[in-house]
């Protein structure tokens, strides 16, 4: 069941999907669930979903009619989106197959969920679950008690190689911002920490790309850019265009309320670029990888924020070493997900 690749979610599940066929497994049947057009919130849009999704769950009930053994792999939905899920796995378990759920949100990690407790119960205890990061395997463990048999993976395999590697930071002259430009994704606490550090470095330059999301974010950025001359906004930036941000930039402010794992993380890495970001979910595990984090509160992130940039102003050679440290991590931390997707895949598509 793979959404086409419009976040992080559908990105590796896309990614899953991509690595099964090329890993021959010729019979990958693919069900796609993405809201679509679907997803206005009328009465007619909600009536041709739900006629939608009946054809789906008929189609998955013959597929599995039609074949003995097969699993069943499925990325969990963090909402309401859950009640389709728990249709599809009473099919899967009705007929016997064996159920892989991958995990990429923590709405309900941080608090029991009524809808995921009974989905994790009729996927039973045979249904492996796929993290993140040992952090979130961790605590949906601790949290569900039926889950007992947990990998991990980090949406970083979905991240394109790096062709070339990049130059490593000497000195920091730049502070970006890269996320969909909202309250939730910090850019508040950017630009506080930005207009804190324009007035102790006043030769220090600040890149915001992204695409807004609402008119009060338009508004602080449009503000802040008319009151810090060495701001700029450059827009919604993908591709290409995303790595010659992260080229362009030496240190990313990542001060996001609600991520998971947080992709730009690992793509600034792989940049030589290093990251201050806030630690929600498993953001809060990757500390041993060279990632600088702070504290949640808001007011203490700014104010930590600054003081951590500061010293990486003051002793360039500490940050040059950083800069290095990172990239090295990331290679690592890239090689050991690599690894570890392929024995997922291997053991999806092998029939037993």
Known sequence: MFPPPLNGMSAVTSMIHSLLVAYGSENVETIDCSPKVYRLRT??????????????????????????????????????????????VCIARFHGKNVYLHHHGYLYIERKNFLASILFKVAGKSAIHIAACEKM??????????????????????????????????????????????AEKGIFEFIDSAIVL?????????????????????????NFIQQVKSAHYVGPVYGNDKTGMLDSIDCLLFPTHTESEGLVIHEAHSRCVPVIARSTGCIASFNEKGLNLTASD??????QAVAIISKWISVSEDF?????KVYHNHLEFRKKNDKAVREIVKEIAIER
Not at 51 to 68: A, D, P, T, V
Not at 156 to 177: D, N, Q, W, Y
């Open 137 to 182: 395997a961790l605590e949906l463990a601790n949290m569900y008690s039926i889950i007992s048999n947990t990998r991990v993976i980090s949406g970083v395999i979905c991240l394109p190689e790096v062709e070339k590697v990049p130059s490593v930071r000497a000195k920091l002259r730049t502070v970006g911002f890269l996320s969909n430009i909202s």
């Open 43 to 88: 009465p007619v849009a909600r009536a041709r979903k739900f006629i939608r999704i009946i054809g789906l769950l008929y189609k998955f009930h013959l597929w599995c009619i039609s074949r003995e053994g097969g699993k069943i792999y499925l990325s969990v939905s963090g909402r309401l989106g859950q009640i389709y899920d728990l249709l599809f």
């Open 298 to 303: 808001a007011t203490d992130f700014v104010e």
């Open 198 to 222: 324009s007035k102790v470095f006043p030769e220090l330059n600040f890149i915001i790309a992204g695409q807004f999301q609402d008119a009060s974010s338009e508004r602080a950025v449009t």
């Open 320 to 324: 040059l070493k950083l800069s290095a």
